[in-house]
């Protein structure tokens, strides 16, 4: 399973990174929207952990445009954000996002996560 780590904070991408490859993930990692809609169109990864607040593209618009396009729209998508106020849970949601992970997270509930999606089928 490919996964795409979408953070502009380096230590949270290590980490991550880190993480899933000891899963047994393929990862590849981008530092803001724009980095992440190239890898997108690339990899077809089957699963993105987005953070909302980047510059330029946000995850919001990442995750809006894997969910609209027949391309893509089978990805899974979980946020991992310090946007933690209802309305912004419920954003990530209405876009299409599997799950909502408020910052900070436990590291093991996330693995626990991706591996429950893993499971799921393709749509």
């Known amino acids: ?16 990174e880190f993480l899933m490859k000891k899963e047994g ?22 699963l993105l952990i987005l953070d909302v607040m980047m510059a330029r593209v946000d995850g919001y618009e990442v995750c809006r445009f894997v969910k609209q396009s027949p391309d893509y729209q089978h990805c899974k998508v979980i946020f991992l954000s310090a946007k933690s106020k209802e309305k912004d849970i419920q954003k990530g949601l ?10 900070p ?17 393709k749509i």
């Open 94 to 103: 209405d876009l299409g996002a599997n799950l909502y992970i408020p910052k």
């Open 1 to 16: 399973m490919k996964v795409l780590i979408v953070d502009d904070e380096p230590s949270i991408l290590l980490s991550l």
């Open 25 to 46: 993930y393929r990862v590849f990692i981008a530092r803001d929207g724009d980095e992440a809609f190239d890898i997108i169109r690339q990899e077809v990864p089957d």
């Open 105 to 121: 997270f436990s590291t093991r509930e996330l693995i626990a996560k991706v591996n429950e999606l893993n499971i799921l089928p």
